[in-house]
């Protein structure tokens, strides 16, 4: 066997075996629920026999030694001789940890030797403790290459309808589509324009039809090409039920998990930035916002809590929440913490309602609240979630009521790459809005505009926006119109809005966003730039950068 041809063996090991490892999770969960379920107990012992099987024939022996002596505690619970409680899954799941931990050095290929003894020692324990000693017929033995050939037998035979690509080539193609797209428009302009021009209408017919097959079959590469880089969101989610119940275990409380729409599909790029938020939103949700269980019995509550992750599809986004039936968030004690360290003025305090109010959390500095208060802690890092989450065009939404919970909400794209933009013009220059941050458009009169205590607002539907002047913003001095009309954008992000002032609204239209590279990288209010259809260079605007500059100037 050549030398590409292990490494071949070897990364579909660390693949599978990863993929086998996060299922073990949750079924070890489901078996401390159900701990005499026979089919999934066989089903847990089978798993673990694959993993040992293979790693005994590529030579990893560690892996070999916990996986074998998790094997014999499984064949025990299997056969009857002892039923897993916590003290035994406590033991699994820790072999589970080390071998993860195994693979990942496999995958680092940097040859660290992990010291396994209290890992095995702690499952021997639970041999020793067993009330009947396991014959030795049914102990399975060290696989043997013979049994490692047989399984990549069959698993060559369940992937021939899969191929696995390098991302790195998923990303070239995606970005030829994303070319592709910018010829298309720029061709569907033209085109626009010779049937206006009538020059000959056999031959715009013709020019008509042939772009409109180039319009359906780009649209449809476009949409294959993204489908191949979505992962189900189960991916991030099946990391939690596990996290949930050691936390609840560490802190003795009772908390169930309860997850849906694990199905929903994303793309990879915005899979691997949502992570570390929801670890952080339902650690706090555990540690803080979930009372315990003596707490809940004396306000008539089950003793059990509830922890609910959800994801859905809901047009061109996906919606990804956080809830709970723990204590709540109270907006006046949110406030008055806010106060206290000069975050907020008291007059500013009184203006806000309540929803505003819980919207306070996400501001920086607010994390320095005490570790133990009537805040539920909600607050702590919360600016860190925020700023990950605007930086995928996302935008974060929050409810909370005192004593019954708290429910926060993700609203993310699809996909960064191939976005929607309404395009709009100001001094003459067009710049681009992504999409799923504009709320409205308004056409008002220049003296619809007030000021307040110096600074522009307008107000609309028993609501106060902060205006910001978008040609003020990019350039020293303001072009003023002739037009007695301009043009308001509503845009916003979870509850915070503001109003854009524009000269015209140009339309809608699918563009390729590009980074700015290192020279504007990081500049604030700008999230990229793009190709339009008739060939011209637009700035994309960060409408969360914008948010925060807007936020320095009238505190809000």
Not at 538 to 552: F, H, K, M, P, T
Request: charged residues 25%.
């Amino acid at each position: 066997m050549s030398l590409n041809e292990m490494d071949d063996i070897i990364n579909d090991f660390i693949v599978e075996a990863g993929e086998t490892l996060d299922g073990l999770d949750r079924k070890f969960l489901a078996l401390e629920k159900s701990p005499r379920d026979a089919t999934l107990l066989n089903d847990i012992f089978r798993s673990m026999h694959t993993i040992k099987g293979a790693a005994g024939f590529l030579g990893f022996q560690q892996m070999v030694e916990v996986s074998h002596v998790a094997e014999d505690v499984l064949n025990r619970l299997r056969k009857g001789e002892m039923v897993a409680d916590a003290a035994i899954m406590d033991a699994l799941l820790h072999s589970v940890d080390m071998v993860k931990r195994l693979l990942r050095n496999i995958k680092d290929k940097n040859s660290a030797q992990e010291n396994i003894e209290p890992i095995t020692n702690a499952l021997k324990a639970v041999l020793a403790h067993a009330p009947h000693k396991a014959q030795d017929a049914a102990k399975p033995s060290v696989a043997t290459p013979s049994d490692a050939k047989e399984s990549q037998e069959a698993t060559l035979r369940d992937k021939e309808t899969s191929l696995r690509v390098d991302i790195e080539r998923l990303d070239a193609v995606l970005n030829l589509a994303g070319e592709l797209v910018l010829s298309r428009n720029r061709l569907l302009r033209l085109g626009s324009k010779v049937h206006e021009s009538r020059l000959d209408d056999a031959l715009s017919s013709q020019l008509g039809e042939a772009l409109a097959s180039l319009d359906l079959v780009t649209s449809d590469l476009q949409l294959a090409v993204m489908k191949m880089r979505m992962q189900p969101i189960a991916k991030v989610f099946n990391r939690f039920p596990r996290m949930v119940r050691d936390l609840a275990r560490q802190h003795n409380k009772e908390i169930e998990l309860v997850v849906t729409g694990q199905e929903t599909e994303l793309d990879k790029t915005v899979i691997e930035e949502i992570g570390d938020p929801l670890v952080h939103l339902i650690r706090n949700a555990v540690d803080h916002g979930m009372e315990e269980t003596g707490e809940r019995a004396s306000k008539g509550k089950p003793r059990t809590g509830t922890i609910r992750l959800s994801a859905s599809q809901e047009g061109r986004n996906i919606l990804v929440s956080v809830s709970d039936d723990g204590r709540g968030m109270d907006p006046s004690l949110i406030k008055r913490s806010a106060m206290d360290k000069g975050l907020i003025s008291a007059g500013e305090a009184e203006a806000l309602s309540a929803r505003e109010a819980l919207n306070l959390i996400f501001i920086p500095g607010f994390s320095t609240a005490k570790k133990v208060s009537n805040l539920s802690g909600r607050g702590v890092g919360m600016d860190v979630v925020k700023t990950n989450i605007s930086r995928i065009n996302g935008s974060i939404g929050i409810e909370s009521e005192p004593g019954k919970g708290t429910k926060i909400e993700f609203r993310l794209p699809l996909t960064l790459a191939i976005i929607q933009a309404l395009t709009v013009e100001v001094n003459g220059e067009v710049y681009g809005i992504p999409l799923s941050t504009v709320v409205e458009n308004i056409r008002i009169r220049t003296d619809e505009i007030k000021t307040v205590n110096g600074k522009e607002v307008i107000h609309l539907r028993n609501r106060v926006f902060p205006v910001m002047r978008l040609g003020s913003l990019v350039s020293a001095s303001e072009v003023q119109r002739d037009s007695a009309w301009k043009y308001i954008v509503i845009a916003g992000i979870g509850e915070r809005s503001f109003g854009l002032l524009v000269d015209k609204l140009n339309g809608q239209e699918e563009i390729v966003m590009k980074s700015m590279g290192e020279y504007l990288k990081g500049t604030e209010g700008i999230a990229g730039a793009c190709i339009t259809g008739d060939g011209n260079v637009i700035l994309i605007l960060d409408v969360a950068g914008l948010l925060e500059a807007l936020a320095r100037t009238y505190a809000y």
